[in-house]
């Protein structure tokens, strides 16, 4: 019995119909309907890819970015409490596993102070600060918060208490860069190998914009900019840019070769809008690179001299990891000139117990370590490496190692789309007046593996290869005719 199944597919309805094919009486009916606000309804009716779990899934990614905070911030306050850096109106207030009261959260650098008032710590780095301050000849008001960008510039030349470091350390816990997990690790990453490309940030005058007269695909004409230091940038546009005199920011690729040296003179340029995250990031670093300090170090000197600047949005956007990376490591190597605890190896076995209580195979691999892997790379900086699919990968039903089937390769691996084209070939018939003559054709059982070439002298009555006939045809004296008469019958998953 043949049924119809019928829909009606409406802007924010679905309405199905059952008919029977025979009777042509409808055997059931009914309709989906579609909630939608109406800037989701106008955004479907525009065409719009509309996801119902969009808003769902990014909850879920601020959720586990939380989670994971708090993580790691449990465990650096457990290291921190085992190491008597913590404050004393901060520690006491920590449960055994570094948990923090839910109802209240206490401040590292702040207790109560008479009459119950919130008073700051670390009065005394604060007032070297105000120092610095007056002798730029900036007498305005300057919060207590800013203290913290003094002290991480600081603590790469001199000696800072334990419970500043402390504070640094909670900071750096907040603030850890933008990292593009690649699924490899930093050893990797590090071979000249792997870095095939280098960017860079300049920010160059425009000289002259020519019009190639180079159509556009969608419109437009292709222009030739060219740029101060003698670079040209072609760049579409519907217009003429109006950038002739101007100074705008570009972002220049250089592919790099084995060695790390430059392919070519020229590089490939960029030039994003000012709101692009990535012209921001490249910009950001170029300046923290061109001032040849750390990033605590360049936001610092930044307040000094311009207080009036917003830190989180303006100074500093997007940065790369590896750069607060680097500063963590500079500001514990030049500590542990002063601090003791950081080369207590007694102290470091201590807490990697109490982190690893568990896991003696991880906690003998680290044992050899110190300080400054334990809080940068152990805890403040860990990433978690990406979960293996392996599994989703289907078995092999022909082969099998040591009992077990092994894993297909990818459709798109090089040796299986040469098993597809010999597939082809071997599939194929090849008729003449109503003979197969395909068995003749592959006369040579080893044809398919190593293909015979072709030979412009050979005898009409010669067995020749398939692939034979189709190099050279028509180089071939008197060529045999050849009709496809049926489509081949491929099994290729």
């Not at 292709?222 to 003698?230: D, F, H, R, S, V």
């Not at 500063?327 to 605890?341: F, S």
Request: aromatic residues 10%; contains cysteine; proline residues 6%.
């Amino acid at each position: 019995m043949a049924k119809i199944l019928g829909l009606d597919i409406g802007t924010n309805s679905i309405g199905w119909a059952v008919i029977d094919n025979e009777t042509k009486r409808i055997d059931a009916a009914g309709s989906r309907i579609i909630p939608m606000d109406a800037g989701r309804l106008g955004d479907f009716e525009k065409g719009n890819t509309v996801s119902f779990t969009a808003d769902r899934t990014a909850a879920r990614g601020m959720r586990r970015l939380r989670e994971r905070y708090l993580l790691r911030r449990e465990r650096l306050l457990r290291v921190l409490n085992i190491m008597g850096f913590l404050p004393e109106h901060y520690a006491s207030q920590l449960s055994r596993y570094g948990k923090l009261p839910f109802d209240s959260e206490p401040k590292l650098a702040w207790r109560e102070g008479e009459d119950d008032k919130p008073e700051f710590l670390f009065k005394a780095s604060f007032d070297e600060m105000i120092a610095d301050f007056h002798k730029a000849d900036n007498k305005l008001k300057v919060p207590y918060d800013w203290t913290i960008y003094f002290l991480r510039q600081k603590s790469l030349t001199q000696p800072i208490s334990k419970e500043e470091l402390s504070w640094i350390l909670m900071q750096f816990n907040q603030k850890r860069g933008y990292y593009q997990l690649r699924g490899k690790t930093d050893e990797e990453l590090d071979n000249t190998d792997e870095k095939n490309e280098e960017k860079s940030y300049h920010e160059l005058k425009i000289l002259k914009v020519e019009n190639t007269g180079e159509p556009r695909k969608g419109g437009g004409f292709w222009y030739n900019i060219t740029l101060e230091n003698g670079w040209v940038y072609k760049r579409p546009s519907l217009l003429k840019p109006d950038w002739e005199g101007k100074t705008r920011g570009f972002i220049a690729t250089f592919k790099l070769d084995k060695d790390g040296n430059h392919k070519t003179e020229m590089p490939s340029i960029s030039s994003p809008s000012e709101d692009d995250w990535s012209l921001r990031k490249i910009k950001t670093e170029h300046d923290i690179q061109q001032s040849k300090t750390t990033i605590g170090a360049y936001i610092y000197q930044s307040l000094l001299h311009h207080p009036e600047r917003k830190i989180i949005g303006d100074l500093v956007q997007t940065v790369d990891r590896s750069l607060y990376k680097e500063e963590l490591h500079r500001i514990l190597e030049t500590q542990r000139q002063y601090i003791p605890e950081l080369n207590d190896r007694e102290l470091y076995a201590r807490c990697i117990a109490e982190l690893y209580p568990a896991n003696e195979p991880y906690r003998n691999s680290i044992a050899n370590r110190d300080f400054c892997y334990l809080l940068a790379n152990d805890i403040l900086f860990y990433q978690r490496p990406l979960k293996t699919k392996k599994h989703l990968i289907a078995d092999c039903p022909f082969e099998q190692r040591n009992g077990k089937p092994i894993k297909c390769i990818a459709k798109s691996h090089p040796i299986y789309q040469e098993f597809r084209l010999w597939q082809f070939l071997t599939n194929l018939r090849i008729y003449r007046n109503d003979s197969d003559i395909t068995s003749t054709l592959f006369a040579q059982p080893r044809c398919i593996r190593r293909p015979i070439q072709p030979s412009l002298h050979a005898e009409r009555n010669r067995p020749v290869c398939l692939t034979t006939l189709f190099q050279n045809r028509e180089e071939r004296p008197n060529p045999i005719p050849l009709e496809l008469c049926q489509r081949p019958q491929i099994s290729c998953r």
